[in-house]
């Protein structure tokens, strides 16, 4: 796995270079169940065995016999592993092998913990259709069977209950918060996203929806900044949400400011000090300017270099 999810607490900014699309997933599939934050756990990169394995998202569900409504989450046992494709990454015959894999080792589990292959499922999640997997599953005997908007079930696919996620069939009314995590986003995708964000504003869920937020709206940067132009409210929204992280950054750009005046300050005081001294001992004691230099622990270089930091601050005032 190319990206990474999001480690509890971390914070992200938008000025990354690569959009790390699996560090929203875990948010927004927090923000998927948030009804059933007490009945779920989450495990971003979970490893597996001793290697270098990681899940993208493990959530295991607390009780057995609680029932998850949601569509996504109506699979789901006690072990479920979630497998997530950035909005440009192919999900392929590998790609289920490879989390059927990881499905296998999680069920042999660690020191005296074996799992039970009905109480771990797969869940493959991925912005399109895979429409050659699906061709695949047809040619092997699986069926694929389409039980809800944007949900397909992977029948007799081995031991595993497995389901294929194409987010962008599912309800956007419904599963905003997976199916914003694309950088196609529409006009009316975005105001709908800063609506049900702002609706969570001052919810337990706020800092998840300020993770999917730093994402998508760096992945759409161009739609949000022509919302920011065009819509008054929207823009009000969208910087109320996004208030936390603008108050970090000028936070960091005032605290980068102070550090260098002070700098500059502390240099200015300190080349007035040492050329005084040095011109004081040149003409009060009647030493050569090596020699004052010599007396005052400074090179010749020093000296000049001090001088210069002078003429410089008296240049930079005078231009004020």
């Given at each position: 796995m190319s990206d990474k999810a999001m480690p509890t607490g971390k914070k992200y900014h938008l000025h990354d270079r690569?959009?790390?699309?699996?560090?929203?997933v875990t948010p927004a599939m927090k923000l998927e169940f948030m009804e059933y934050s007490q009945v779920l756990d989450y495990?971003?990169?979970?490893?597996?065995?001793?290697?270098?394995?990681?899940?993208?998202?493990?959530?295991?569900?607390?009780?057995?016999?609680?029932?998850i409504e949601n569509e996504i989450g109506r699979i789901f046992q006690r072990h479920n592993i979630?497998?997530?494709?950035?909005?440009?990454?192919?999900?392929?015959i590998n790609t289920y092998f490879k989390v059927h894999a990881y499905a296998s080792l999680y069920k042999i589990g660690e020191k005296n913990t074996v799992y039970e292959p009905e109480d771990i499922t797969i869940t493959m999640i991925r912005r399109g259709?895979?429409?050659?997997?699906?061709?695949?599953?047809?040619?092997?005997?699986?069926n694929v069977k389409d039980m809800y908007k944007g949900v397909y079930y992977i029948e007799n696919a081995g031991f595993f209950k497995t389901q294929v996620i194409v987010a962008r069939e599912l309800a956007e009314e419904s599963h905003v918060w997976l199916t914003s995590l694309t950088d196609a986003?529409?006009?009316?995708?975005?105001?709908?996203?800063?609506?049900?964000?702002?609706?969570?504003?001052?919810?337990?869920?706020?800092?998840?929806v300020d993770a999917v937020l730093q994402i998508v709206s760096k992945a759409n940067r161009t739609l949000f900044e022509e919302?920011?132009?065009?819509?008054?409210?929207?823009?009000?929204?969208?910087?109320?949400?996004?208030?936390p992280?603008?108050?970090?950054?000028?936070?960091k750009a005032v605290e980068k400011t102070w550090n260098e005046a002070v700098i500059e300050t502390t240099n200015n005081i300190t080349a007035q000090n040492k050329v005084e001294a040095i011109e004081n001992a040149i003409k009060k004691l009647n030493?050569?300017?090596?020699?004052?230099?010599?007396?005052?622990?400074?090179?010749?270089?020093?000296?000049?270099?001090?001088?210069?930091?002078?003429?410089?601050a008296d240049n930079k005032k005078r231009k004020a």
């Open positions: 690569k959009t790390q699309w699996h560090m929203a495990i971003p990169e979970r490893l597996l065995n001793t290697n270098a394995l990681q899940i993208d998202l493990l959530i295991i569900k607390k009780a057995k016999d609680i029932c979630i497998e997530y494709k950035s909005p440009h990454d192919k999900e392929g259709k895979p429409y050659k997997l699906f061709r695949w599953f047809a040619r092997q005997g699986y986003m529409n006009r009316q995708q975005a105001e709908n996203l800063i609506i049900k964000s702002r609706e969570l504003s001052d919810k337990p869920e706020a800092s998840y919302i920011k132009r065009e819509d008054r409210n929207m823009y009000s929204a969208l910087v109320e949400l996004m208030q992280e603008i108050d970090e950054a000028v936070s030493m050569t300017e090596e020699e004052a230099c010599a007396f005052m622990d400074t090179t010749k270089e020093q000296y000049d270099a001090y001088k210069q930091i002078i003429k410089n």
